[in-house]
Structures are given as structure tokens and as C-alpha cells.
């Protein structure tokens, strides 16, 4: 039953209207008085269900019971079949002389009304690898930094500028089965960072028991670099990239960054940039092992991996903060001595490739030298005159 808001009537109202003149005896006129109805609605009421019984006191359609100016089924059926041929409005409404207005509520009832439809977007091929460590995702996201809140906060654009405040580069991965997410920022976006922070990754996971074979990235500038190549091989790593303008290919980290963005960047109003970084692992430690995933079953990430929550790593999760030496980059980590499947040597290599790449005139020519001879990082031996047409450097390590 469809009443409007001001209706004195019912269906119950309607049959107590006729119980109270055919059994209680009332006048038609005495009985609407009782309902706050004029007499002629308790006399149509009443006729009504003299002719139909209870289904009479039901309210009808107000459709006409005639329209001679309705559409044609075949006329409507036509109109389809031009739209499905890609045709505009303006152009059916000339084929089959009709307005324009009647074309778009014909495509709209049959859901033609956009061209888009037509072509529909290709199915979503989902994957999961079956184990954790088989396939890391790795990507980078541009924040811009700043000093004071931005007008997303204050909705003034002229105050809240920080010119010259520079930009935070942050590398993200996750680990395609477990969702076991790791972030570190950087102030570059060059090879050397993407190596320093993958190094970052690998030691979190390892703290985890979690060692890699792959690692998927896309196709920036600092993934297709020299040095990360190196040291993916040092590593042990086999590396893939996306197809170019296929950044569903890399969906996890993709969406990955979504979340962050929503529920750490632009969660709240940070003071500075400074302030926003060091959110980051408290947001992260919540993302791993709180937060339940929804292509988990509503699980929590870490608890694919069997760890409890009250068992999580050491503290030293190779973050960051202000400008001081991550605390992954110390050689006396106990966590080099975890029995896990990974090249051991090799990390500890890919950290002095670091280092040399790093130094600067005759520091880094001893460097060279020292560990040129080393069985673990003689392949990984560049020429001093390469490093500095490069200008490779993290001189933010320091």
C-alpha cells in the first residue's frame, strides 16, 4: 500500500467507514463525520465495496486505462537496436522520428543510457600465491611535505603553503599472500633508495620468518636501475615488472597505498611532515596486526602467518625517523643470524654495494679497493667514473 503523507484514510480506516453504516446503523454523513472525511468519500467508499468487496477499498492505479500516443513495442525494440550500434541520441531520435527526450527514456529503462556500456570492463583476474615469501610487491608513493596543515585540513589554500618544503617518498611492500605490509620514507626516489628500502623489507620479513624468491615492480626509473638489478641478484631475487599502463598488475601494493592514504596521510591533521612519518609504523603495526583484511576473510594479515599477536618483532622495524641511521643498516643486527632461506652473504653485500655507492672521492675509492677482492662482492664492482656520472649517492644515510 503506497498512501501519501496527508491521506485521512487507510485500508482499515476505509473498512471501519463501512462497518460503522452497514452494521453499526450510522448515516453515510454521521460516519464521515467520525472519520474527519467529507460525505462524498464515505460514499465512494461505500459504493466501492458494494461493487467489489474488501479488494474494492485497495487503492487503484492512476495509470489511463488507454494512451493513444504510447510508444510502439517495435518502435521501442528499434530504438535499442540503433543504440546498440553506437548510436547518439540525436541520431536515433532522427531514424525513428521521436523526441529526443523519449529516446533517453527509452535507453534509460533498457540501461543503454551510456556509451560505456556497451563495452563492458574486461573480468578482474584475481591471484593469491599459495605461499608467503613467494611473490613481494614493491611500489612508491610521492607525498609532498610541509610545515604547517595544508588547506586539506584548513580549506584555506593560501596559509597552509609550505614552498620549498620538499617531497617524502614513500616505498611500500606487501607480501602477496599474507597482505604483511612494510613501508620506509626517503627523501629520493632514485636507485639506491628503492635498494635501501627493499633491504628495509626483507630484514622486517625476515624477523617474521618470511624469506622471498620474486619481487613485482613497476616500471620507474629507480626499478629499472643498475643498482637495484645488482642487487636483486646479490639477493637472490628473481625480479618482475608490469606491463607498462597495467598498474593492476601490481593491485596489492596499488591498493595498498589507497588505504594508507585514507587511514594515515590523510586520516587526521599532522602538524608537519615529520610528525606524519612518525605515525607511519604505529599505523603499519595496526594495518599487520589489528586490522582485519577483507580478502582474508576479515583475518588479520599476521594471523596467515601463525604468529600471535602478542608476539611481535623487535622494535627496529628499519623505519625512518627525522634524519638519524636506520637501525637496519647496523652490521651487529642479530637478525643477519636467523636460519631462514635467504642469501645471508648477499644482503650483507648489497649493503656495502651501498656504502661504496654512497662515499665520495678517495673514501670511496679505499672502499673500492678493500672489498673489491671479496669473493661476495666482486661482480658487484662498478667503475669509480660510472658512480659519478650517475651521481649516485644517499648521502641521507649518513
Known amino acids: ?51 467489489q468487496g474488501q479488494a474494492g477499498l485497495h487503492e487503484r492505479s492512476s495509470r489511463p486505462a488507454r494512451c493513444p500516443h504510447q510508444l510502439s513495442a517495435v518502435t521501442q525494440q528499434r530504438i535499442v537496436a540503433l543504440r546498440r550500434e553506437r548510436r547518439i541520441y540525436r541520431a536515433i531520435s532522427g531514424e525513428v522520428d521521436v523526441p529526443v527526450t523519449t529516446v533517453a527514456r527509452v535507453l534509460q529503462r533498457a540501461g543503454l543510457n551510456r556509451l560505456s556500456v556497451l563495452d563492458p570492463a574486461p573480468p578482474i583476474q584475481r591471484y593469491t600465491h599459495e605461499a608467503p615469501g613467494d611473490l613481494l610487491h614493491l611500489d612508491i608513493k610521492k607525498l609532498g611535505r610541509f610545515k604547517r596543515p595544508g588547506h586539506r585540513m584548513t580549506g584555506d589554500r593560501q596559509a597552509g603553503r609550505s614552498r620549498g618544503a620538499g617531497w617524502d617518498y614513500v616505498h611500500r611492500a606487501i607480501d602477496d599472500h599474507s597482505r604483511v605490509s612494510h613501508a620506509t620514507i626517503w627523501p629520493k626516489e632514485k636507485g639506491v633508495s628503492a635498494v635501501a628500502a627493499l633491504i628495509a623489507a626483507l630484514r622486517y620479513y625476515r624477523r617474521l620468518g618470511v624469506p622471498f624468491d620474486r619481487v613485482l615492480t613497476d616500471n620507474g626509473a629507480c626499478y629499472r636501475s643498475h643498482v637495484f638489478a645488482k642487487a636483486c641478484r646479490r639477493l637472490g631475487l628473481k625480479h618482475r615488472r608490469t606491463q607498462p599502463y597495467r598498474p593492476r598488475t601490481n593491485g596489492k601494493a596499488e591498493r595498498l597505498i589507497q588505504t594508507a592514504l585514507h587511514e594515515w596521510a590523510y586520516a587526521r591533521a599532522y602538524e608537519n611532515a615529520d610528525q606524519r612519518a612518525a605515525h607511519l609504523p604505529h ?70 654495494f651501498i656504502q661504496i655507492s654512497r662515499g665520495s672521492g678517495a673514501g670511496r675509492q679505499s672502499l673500492m679497493n678493500r672489498h673489491v677482492a671479496s669473493r661476495t662482492t666482486r661482480h658487484l664492482q662498478v667503475r669509480i667514473a660510472n658512480i659519478e656520472a650517475h651521481e649516485i649517492h644517499i648521502s641521507f644515510l649518513k
Open 283 to 352: 599505523w603499519l603495526h595496526d594495518y599487520n596486526w589489528h586490522r582485519p583484511h577483507a580478502s582474508l576473510d576479515y583475518h588479520t594479515p599476521i594471523s596467515t602467518l601463525g604468529i600471535g599477536v602478542n608476539k611481535s618483532p623487535c622494535s627496529r622495524n628499519g623505519f625512518l625517523s627525522g634524519g638519524s641511521k636506520p637501525a637496519w643498516f647496523d652490521t651487529g643486527d642479530p637478525a643477519l643470524t636467523s636460519h631462514v632461506d635467504i642469501n645471508t652473504a648477499g644482503l650483507v653485500a648489497a649493503e656495502r
Open 1 to 51: 500500500m503506497n498512501t501519501h503523507k496527508n491521506a485521512r484514510l487507510t485500508v482499515h480506516g476505509r473498512a471501519l467507514l463501512v462497518r460503522r453504516i452497514r452494521e453499526d446503523g450510522l448515516r453515510p454523513i454521521e460516519a464521515a463525520q467520525a472519520m474527519g472525511v467529507s460525505p462524498r468519500t464515505a460514499y465512494k467508499w461505500l459504493s466501492r465495496y458494494r461493487a
